[in-house]
C-alpha cells in the first residue's frame, strides 16, 4: 500500500490529477440532477458531483467503467466513454 500512495504522490506533484473545488452551487446543480434524471437512470449521488464538476468545468467526455455513470453522463451534456470496451 505504501508504494500506491508514493506513486499517487508522485503523480499528483507531477501534474498528472486535476483538483477542482466542489461549491455550494456545484451540489445543488448535483442534487437537482438526482431529481430530474428520468427514473429509468440509477444516479448515485457521488456520481452526480462527478458528472456536474465535469460538466462545470468544460469537459466533453467522461470516462468509466461504471455502467451507471455512462447512461447518466448524458443528462449532464456529456459523452460517457467506457474505458474497458470503447476505442476512442
Not at 442534487?31 to 469537459?59: M, N, Q, Y
Request: proline share 1%; glycine share 6%; charged share 25%.
Amino acid at each position: 500500500m505504501t508504494a500506491i500512495l508514493k506513486d499517487f504522490d508522485e503523480d499528483e506533484q507531477n501534474g498528472v490529477w486535476q483538483w477542482f473545488g466542489v461549491t455550494s452551487e456545484l451540489l445543488e446543480k448535483a442534487r437537482e440532477a438526482v431529481l430530474d434524471v428520468p427514473s429509468t437512470v440509477f444516479l448515485r449521488s457521488g456520481d452526480a458531483v462527478h458528472l456536474a464538476c465535469a460538466e462545470e468545468h468544460g469537459f466533453q467526455e467522461i470516462y468509466t467503467n461504471d455502467r451507471h455513470m455512462l447512461k447518466a453522463a448524458r443528462h449532464f451534456h456529456l459523452t460517457g466513454v467506457n474505458v474497458l470496451s470503447d476505442n476512442g
